[in-house]
């Protein structure tokens, strides 16, 4: 019985640990637009933090999903440490979702009609980096496809940092 | 016997308690530990600090001595404007009754002017778009040569929150964060007045010391207005600029170029073009990963137009590759520190011929690799001598940083 309880304490205080602050700390928010490179301020970053880069995407139910690719460069003592892609709405985990119903109004020669739509935000997990030594670093990204960026649909990636 | 049994009672209840409550600290424990986003706003600050001094007339003098290649121009068949080297004009003749836009200058209201008056706008990279800022000179007649103050022309701004630099004919100055220099001469040979003033808006945020030592140059360009004794000078190298230039306008080129530097060596690909935007969501500069057959058509195309030949290329419609190239059009082409520069004219059906300006290119190669630098629009010829110097130095050294800074 004794070990039971015991086993139930140790569960409960490895949860904890483990449940303080899941996605981490944002480190950056850098917003994208379509053809420019986007980076991150100067990062001071030690060996084994990992950053885990986010996507804050804004979708519109009466727009297709147009999928996109972002490329991104890690940069240390202006040495490349990763350089490779990610499709932004790639992912398992999603956080900060929020779902609302919007409208607008269309004229036409019938009159005016109020038209509907659901906005859907989200951010969803892409990529994880181990830094690998102490140092400065810069995040760079790029989308290279796909039109995301226009009517104020704002993309941003999000830098999260845990150890 | 009752008391042992209540005793064990106790016991078994306070043990109870005892784990529950422990559990109950770690629930609450689990439940506030899982925040689940933190954030944190990392907003850049605009260094828009109080450390505002003004400009002692030793300083002023600093960058009165600095490098500036100018020329003469007349205006109006009247006046004779030292501008600078780079600068484009247009002027234009305003009758008083039309006035509008300016109004008073100090105490003289414009449109009770007995005769028509020339504003001239000066143009630059910088003031393409109203980019930085804009300037213009406003020539009007007026046989009193006293009747303008500086005086006057401050009152006439109102309430004017910070002064850079003041003497008898110069103001610099910042007013609900936007910028401001104003210089006036008098023309006594044409009993004129001979006004300007640059504005920058309090729209573009950039730090409090670069706009200031910005407007203290235009007072040098200014001051230069009148100036009849221009020695022949120019700029020798991308250094030059940035020893001689406002920091400011050095770090717009150098901010586009830290993007075009990383679109070099990372992530341009194959026969993609990139044209980063400025801060004033303008195109600037592009860069362009030529494949092989691309980089030959731009080089036939240059021997063919040095040759005269350009008429007997079976196909010399180069679309989307180093530069537009269309059948009608006259070009021609100069080299310069290692750029080309491309001038066209085409005839519109009226007979009246076209021209718009200048494309300067430069090749570059980066681990063996073909690139094409050019300017996004066509500038003027005046204004090409900055790209060149500035494509040609990041052509050697993969950046636009200079040792000196």
Known sequence: ?163 | MKIINNLNFKITFLTVKKSQFILLILCCLFAFACKRVVKEEEETTIDSSDDKEAVSTAEMQKIMALKLPLKTVLIDKTFNLTIPESATFEAVKVEPQEESKIGEIGNIDLKKLAEPYVYVTLNNTFTHHDELYNEFIVIFKENDSTRLTIKDIKDSFGQIDFVYFEDNNSLVFEQGDSFFTVHFDYDAVHKSYIFYKAEMSWSKKYPTKQRADLFLHLLKQAKNLTNSHVVGTRFTSWEDYVQNSPALEIEIAKGMFKKLEKELKIFLTVDEKVSPRTPGNYTFVSLYLAPKDKELDFYKFVDAVKTNQLGQLSDYSFRNGVYNVSSGNVYTVKQQEGCYLIDFSSKRYNGEVYKSGVTVICPITYKNKSYFMQTADEIPAEDTDFFVKMFSFFSKNYTLDTKSN
């Open chain 1, 1 to 163: 019985m004794c070990m039971f309880k015991n086993s139930i304490l140790a569960s409960f205080v490895v949860l904890c640990l483990a449940s303080c602050n899941p996605v981490g700390e944002t480190i950056a928010e850098i917003p994208l637009s379509v053809g420019e490179i986007s980076g991150s301020n100067v990062l001071d970053l030690k060996k084994g933090d990992v950053v885990t880069i986010w996507s804050k995407i804004t979708q519109r139910s009466d727009n297709d999903e147009i999928p996109f690719n972002v490329k991104y460069n890690i940069e240390s003592m202006g040495k490349s440490i990763a350089f490779d892609s990610l499709k932004a709405t790639n992912g398992e985990h999603i956080i900060n979702a929020e779902k609302s119903t919007e409208s607008y109004t269309q004229s036409s020669s019938e009159g005016d009609s109020t038209k509907y739509y659901t906005l859907k935000k989200f951010e969803v997990e892409n990529k994880k980096i181990t830094i690998p030594e102490d140092g400065k670093y810069n995040f760079d990204f790029k989308v290279v496809d796909g039109d995301y960026g226009f009517a104020n649909r704002d993309m941003l990636i999000i830098l999260r940092k845990t150890r």
